[in-house]
């Protein structure tokens, strides 16, 4: 049995997929080009692929043995539910595994915000500090202020468990209760407005799909205090990039972390890259040895129990 691994994943991950199949790995240091994608796929009957690779109608009707495509993300923007299951064909993907380490990396982004690390590493290496200043970078402080988190998922709980030890006040919005959350961390549930208004830090934990694209623009930011930081280490398309930009450099609000964004990788001529009070990583949320590892290991667990009619470990129902 013939399967795609559309990266070069780690071994441990490698070794289970061809230990149960015949294996192809596109090993080139950039996603897969579609062309390729296409070509392969027509003689496999498993794919693992990633958040870079578009599954839709071309790729499931060339690849008309496929039986099961296996994601190596929790996120599944990408890949088109609705028609994978017309083709029969199950959709797994990575929860659980890297919940605490993307939330670890959302925290983070939130503290060096705050306290302008980057601003300040700039500044040090740039030779200015030439003596201690009272008011020299003075940031927010983040113990006892109030964050709002968009999404009471899986990492917006460990997001929450997080901010609760810095003793912070704990907003969420969500679709439903999470009494987990309210019962461990005080946290409160309230209408999106709300949460914007109150806020002093906004971090989004919430999946891309039609209600959640751009669903912060300029309207949600004008209702953001001046001061608010924003952190995202969902997805880059929730946030209008424009619109924050803008938000960013007219002092609509203070400042934003961010992980993703709506162009990856981020061209180098996007004006985010020219301000000050931003902190931009390169989509590194999950990115620990022993998280990826593990992501890849469940991505693999599930290509191989696809291929040979069994349950994924972790299916995606359709949308």
């Known amino acids: 049995m013939k399967v795609l691994v559309t990266r070069d994943i780690l071994e441990e991950a490698l070794a289970i997929v061809g230990a149960s199949a015949e294996m192809e ?15 392969k796929v027509a003689d496999k009957v498993g794919l693992l692929c990633m958040l870079t690779d578009r599954i839709d109608d071309e790729v499931l009707a060339r690849g008309a043995n496929l039986r099961v495509v296996s994601q190596m993300a929790v996120g599944y923007d990408n890949i088109d539910v609705a028609a994978c299951a017309r083709y029969g064909v199950p959709v797994g993907n990575t929860p659980g595994v890297l919940t605490e380490t993307t939330a670890d ?20 290496r740039a030779g200015l500090w030439k003596m201690w200043d009272p008011t020299l970078l003075l940031g927010r402080d983040v113990h006892h202020a109030t964050i709002g988190i968009i999404g009471m998922g ?27 959350a309210e ?19 906004v971090s989004v934990h919430t999946p891309l799909n039609g209600q959640t694209r751009h669903l912060l623009g300029a309207e949600q930011f ?51 890259l020219t301000l000050p009070n931003v902190v931009l990583v390169p989509h590194i949320g999950s990115a620990s040895i022993a998280t990826r590892n593990n992501m890849a290991v469940l991505a693999a667990k599930n290509l191989i129990a696809g291929i040979q009619g069994k349950p994924l470990l972790h299916q995606v129902l359709p949308a």
């Open 105 to 124: 990396t959302a925290f983070a982004l939130l503290l060096a915000t705050a306290r302008r690390m980057n601003e300040s590493e700039r500044f040090l």
């Open 25 to 39: 790995v596109w090993r080139e240091p950039y996603p897969i080009p579609r062309e390729v994608l296409l070509e």
């Open 183 to 201: 019962r461990n961390f005080e946290a409160q549930r309230v209408e999106l407005a709300t949460l914007l208004n109150q806020s002093d830090f």
């Open 222 to 272: 004008a209702q953001m205090k001046p001061t608010a930081i924003l952190v995202n280490t969902a997805r880059g398309a929730i946030v209008d990039q424009k619109a924050l930009y803008i938000a960013l450099n007219e002092g609509v609000i203070g400042g934003a972390g961010l992980d993703v964004f709506e162009r990856e990788p981020l061209p180098m001529d996007d004006p985010l």
């Open 154 to 180: 899986r990492i917006g709980y460990e997001m929450a468990r997080r901010a609760y030890g810095f003793q912070m006040h704990i907003l969420y919005t969500g679709n439903r209760p999470n009494e987990e």
